[in-house]
């Protein structure tokens, strides 16, 4: 009787052990292409729920990682002189399918060599999101969040590809690399680079030697004259306007006026450059939309409105105006 009890207790208390290790992980399988070029100097970057988690050299044969369920992850695809990509994966399911197997998540990336004059804010934000859709009961493109970023991305993309392809027809090698070739202190260091070099020409021009009836070459050294300005920075006062807030208690809609109206408005974005003052009508409101939460401001300004959106998700922040990816400090500057 004993014995029978203590078979039962030492089984009841390894059974939720049992129950857990069934829980296998989702396994997902990534295609990493680098744009004519090989995947030297590349690596991968994997966050979960936004701190850093783990890193993958981009030659890895093993091209896959495995996540555990009910996290948010973010894996970056980057190397020197490409455009980098971002990948967003959410593992949350509902608990009563954790026991279930999962089929291997797929995708394809590709980053392509970086040029200046193209618009690479988009990449910025997941280029696509993977999730667990309920009604199919799989993890798979979340259209819902990408159909917002989509024809952005096909945008910068397709400049790329035209500024890559006159670069190859013309021999040249790709005119980015902007950190590279614009490194602080390179534009000081090649000046003093040329100074030197001038210094160390001579001019050689024939002048007659009084002692013999041939003629000498006398070496005379230019002098090089480096005129450095001052660089004067104006500063501009701003001048700000407090404003009530006004609540619409039939519509409950928060009426937001102009927080700040500036004297100056080289201060602001040069979206409102033909903009003097703000306009009172600055709208603002708030609703959840899935897993999102949204904050919308209607910005009047100009006669024209502007519709902006911070729209927040559990693995980060994002803001658009008009439906155009923007920064979060030309949101900063534009809206509050």
């Known amino acids: 009787m004993i014995l029978k009890s203590f078979i039962s207790l030492y089984c009841g208390f390894l059974f939720p052990f049992c129950v857990f290790a069934q829980t296998e992980p989702l396994r997902v399988k990534y295609n990493f292409i680098v744009d004519d070029g090989d995947r030297a100097g590349s690596k ?197 306007e407090k404003k009530p807030i006004v609540v619409d208690k039939k519509t409950n809609v928060v009426n937001k006026p102009a927080a700040n109206v500036i004297a100056d408005m080289d201060s602001r974005s040069s979206l409102f450059a033909g903009a003097s003052v703000m306009d009172d009508n600055h709208i603002e409101r708030e609703y959840v939309a899935g897993n999102k939460h949204v904050t919308e401001t209607i910005v009047t300004r100009g006669g024209r409105k502007y519709i902006y959106k911070k729209v927040v998700y559990a693995w980060g922040v994002y803001y658009f105006r008009d439906n155009v990816s923007i920064t979060e400090p030309t949101y900063i500057q534009e809206v509050l």
């Open 44 to 240: 991968v970057d994997i966050e979960r729920d936004g701190l850093p988690w783990k890193q993958r050299d981009g030659t890895d044969a093993k091209n896959y990682v495995d996540m555990e369920f009910q996290h948010e992850y973010v894996l970056t695809f980057s190397k020197p002189g490409f455009i980098t990509k971002k990948i967003a994966v959410s593992t949350v399911v509902p608990k009563k399918k954790l026991d279930e197997p999962f089929d291997p998540l797929l995708f394809n990336v590709t980053i392509f060599r970086q040029y200046e004059g193209v618009n690479i804010v988009v990449f910025n934000n997941p280029v696509a999101r993977y999730a667990y859709q309920v009604k199919k009961g799989v993890f798979e493109y979340d259209t819902d969040y990408s159909k917002t970023i989509i024809a952005e991305v096909k945008k910068a993309e397709d400049e790329l590809k035209v500024k890559h392809k006159a670069d190859k027809s013309s021999g040249g090698t790709p005119p980015v690399r902007v950190a590279e070739s614009k490194a602080a202190g390179s534009d000081e260091k090649s000046i003093k680079k040329d100074v030197v070099a001038e210094k160390n020409k001579v001019e050689e021009s024939p002048k007659k030697n009084t002692a013999n009836s041939g003629t000498a070459i006398v070496k005379t050294e230019k002098p090089i004259v480096v005129n450095k300005k001052p660089i004067v920075i104006e500063k501009k006062p701003i001048v700000i």
